[in-house]
């Protein structure tokens, strides 16, 4: 069973980047797809990325296309969000979740394995 951390949220100005990471202490990440998902205050948790687990494939929320990359390094049992050109409207908490052999799902009921999470602020 994965047991997921992510790290690299922050406080960051509207145009800019950062990269979440969230990496798997159990020993079996190679057989997980993986998801981002995301939470803002008062807001229902939503879709943002997912990569399957052989990463061939892989799906985005229609307001991060084009901005968001999700990527996985096996070798390191990590899953990566780069976020490009943030907007504060991508102001939340980050989760990153796993589905054993899963396709690329954008449904969070689909996920068995949840993050703790991370803050990301982006300010205007």
């Known amino acids: 069973q994965v047991r997921l951390v992510e790290s690299g949220g922050g406080l960051v100005q509207a145009g800019g980047s950062l990269r979440l990471s969230c990496t798997d202490s159990?020993?079996?990440?190679?057989?997980?797809?993986m998801g981002w998902f995301r939470q803002a205050r008062g807001k229902e948790r939503g879709f943002v990325a997912a990569?399957?687990?052989?990463?061939?494939?892989?799906s985005y929320g229609d307001s991060v296309k084009g901005r968001f990359t999700i990527s996985r390094d096996n070798a390191k049992n990590t899953v990566y969000l780069q976020m490009n050109t943030l907007k504060p409207d991508d102001t939340a908490v980050y989760y990153c979740?796993?589905?054993?052999?899963?396709?690329?799902?954008?449904?969070?009921?689909?996920?068995?394995?949840w993050g703790q999470g991370t803050q990301v602020t982006v300010s205007s």
């Open positions: 159990g020993r079996t990440f190679s057989s997980y797809a």
């Open positions: 979740a796993g589905r054993y052999y899963g396709d690329a799902s954008s449904s969070p009921t689909h996920y068995t394995t």
């Open positions: 990569i399957n687990w052989r990463g061939d494939s892989t």
